[in-house]
């Protein structure tokens, strides 16, 4: 209990989104929809893994043991100082993570996470989804000041470039838009 405290204090004080600091509240408590939680609750449910097909889907195969996941991971600058991470569960991994990194370098690895899963989600559910740099590019550029990425190390950005005239949204953005108002209404 002791080290709880701390833990949690430090969450709700990181710099994220909300919607981030819930999904990591409740990806630490396992209670996210991973096959092997949904089978343990009596779901007739193929417990495989939907992206690699080779392994039972827990929590931290979709977001860290996943070959095809791996593929994303090795794309940040910064897997290299989390790569040998073993972990339990994803709270075991989340606190090794956090002792390993830089505030900003471990808020990237949340959204990482958090783009990993909703990818996952979109691809589980026959949307359309995204490839491994496609998808740092959209979790990055949604959710930007971070500098865990390559080109941004120690380096002031360049401010926004301004543009003349309209750019549509990602389609990304207008399906989800669709979604919560289908729910809504």
């Known amino acids: 209990m002791d080290r709880i405290h701390p833990w949690w204090k430090m969450w709700w004080k990181l710099t994220l989104p909300p919607l981030m600091k819930l999904f990591g509240w409740k990806l630490c408590q ?19 893994c ?8 827990s929590l931290s195969h979709a977001l860290w043991t996943c070959d095809k996941v791996k593929t994303v991971w090795k794309l940040m600058p910064c897997y290299k100082l989390i790569k040998d991470s073993r972990g339990n569960s994803m709270m075991d991994l989340l606190v090794e993570f956090q002792q390993k990194l830089a505030k900003e370098e471990f808020e990237d690895v949340i959204k990482v996470l958090w783009a990993i899963w909703e990818n996952r989600n979109r691809q589980w559910n026959h949307f359309p989804y995204m490839s491994g740099p496609r998808l740092l590019d959209w979790v990055f550029s949604s ?21 003349d005239r309209w750019l549509a949204p990602l389609r990304v953005f207008f399906v989800y838009t669709v979604m919560l108002l289908s729910i809504l209404l």
């Open 30 to 48: 396992n209670w996210l929809s991973a096959k092997t939680n949904l089978h343990h609750t009596g779901m007739s449910i193929d417990p495989t």
């Open 50 to 57: 939907s992206i690699c097909a080779k392994y039972v889907e």
């Open 143 to 163: 959710y930007p000041n971070s500098d865990c990425r390559e080109n941004q190390n120690n380096q002031t950005s360049a401010p926004a470039a301004h543009h």
